[in-house]
Structure formats: structure tokens, C-alpha cells
């Protein structure tokens, strides 16, 4: 190869590699931009539910912008193919950074962002209320009522009913370390088993599929159920 050839290689070498460059920090600034716009949403969303701060007013609203965005955060993140937990940790973020640019301070320096245990629960419960408006009018029906499943990594069962939307109970699970959690699961894979299940079927159904996938002795269930033949049948018939 000549020398000419070799310097015509390098320089488009060169810029593949600079215009790669500049594409990507292109995609990336769209990226930050779409981000913030939602951001600037999620904000206007937040005025109404702040407490009101006289003095400081711009730094509640940051505050209480980031309270809510670490919790929603949370409610998202066991949910399956959403990616709005990703959203709402980079929400967390960018608030944080704007409130510290306006923060109060007082006699130990800036007050710090913290979020105690209680307002944490407080706020969960009142997050989950506005994301399923519908659980409480829908406890006395079966039209979402199921039997669920979770499954870890080491194929590891666990199984469940609701009579409430499924992954609503999903989350539940995680927030209140119930489940699989309680048993030392940390990530699970959540699915449907069967749907629209009649009220009075639940337990029967619940039993059958424990004793399928044998979630009782080999699982995270802590009980048979509450329907020991139809645990009985969901053994004999996995074999």
C-alpha cells in the first residue's frame, strides 16, 4: 500500500471516529433536553402537592420535586418494561442539583435533602394512590383479580393472588419486603398465570399452582395455601 493510501485511510479513519464523536454528542444533548423538558412537566405537576414555604419558596418546591421522583423512582422500578424508573432517578437528580444552587442554610450550613422513614411511607401510600385510583373501587370484583408468579434467578418460585391490579402487589412486594423478598430474593421476574379468576377460586387456584411449581418446598411461599387438595393436585399433576 502507498504512502498516499495509507494517509487517505487515516484521515477517514479519523473522521469516522470525529464525526462518530459528534454524533453521539448530539444524541446525547437531545437526550438531556428531552429529559429536562419532562422535568420541567413533573415540576408544574408538583406546585399544587408542595407544602407552602414562604421564605423559600422555590427551594420546597425542588425539595418536594425530588421526594417525589425518589419515590416514584422506587413504585417504577419493579414494574416490568418500564423505563420510567430510569426517568424518575434522573427527575431525583436534577432536582437535587437545582435545589442546592438555592438551598436554605441554617446554623450546621446547607440544609441537606432526607426523606425520614414516615413522610417516606406517607408519601408511597399517596403516590400509589394517584398511580391506581382504581385499586380501592375494584377490591370487591373480580375483574382484575389473578394468580401471579415470581420467579428469581436460581428458578425459584413464588406464588401469589390479588384481587387488585398485579402490578400494584408487585411493588407492594418490594416496598414492604414481603413475598420472595422476605425470604432474601432480590431481584424477581413477575408474570400472570391466569387472569380474571373468580373470587371464590382464588385460593383453590393459588394452592393448585403452589403445589405445581413446588414453591412451597423448593420456593418462597411460606404455606401450602388455603386449599391442601388443591395443593395435592398441583403436585400430582407437575409429575
Known sequence: MSYASLVYNKTMFLN???ENWKNKRAEKRAEEARVNALFEEFLEET???????TKHPQAALYRHAWKRAVILSFLFKDIPNSDRHYLFEKFAKIAAKKYY????SNAYG???LKMSPEAASKLFDKEKDILFPVEKKIEKTSKFACIYIGVDDNRR???GQTMGAPEFRWVQHRAHNTGPFKQGAEYIKWDVLERNVELADL???ESYFIGFYNSFENGYNDTRGNDFQAYQQGLNDKH
Open 16 to 18: 469516522d471516529l470525529i
Open 47 to 53: 406546585k399544587p402537592h408542595t407544602p407552602r414555604a
Open 101 to 104: 444552587r438555592v438551598a436554605p
Open 110 to 112: 446547607t440544609v441537606q
Open 157 to 159: 418460585y413464588y406464588i
Open 203 to 205: 385460593n383453590q387456584k
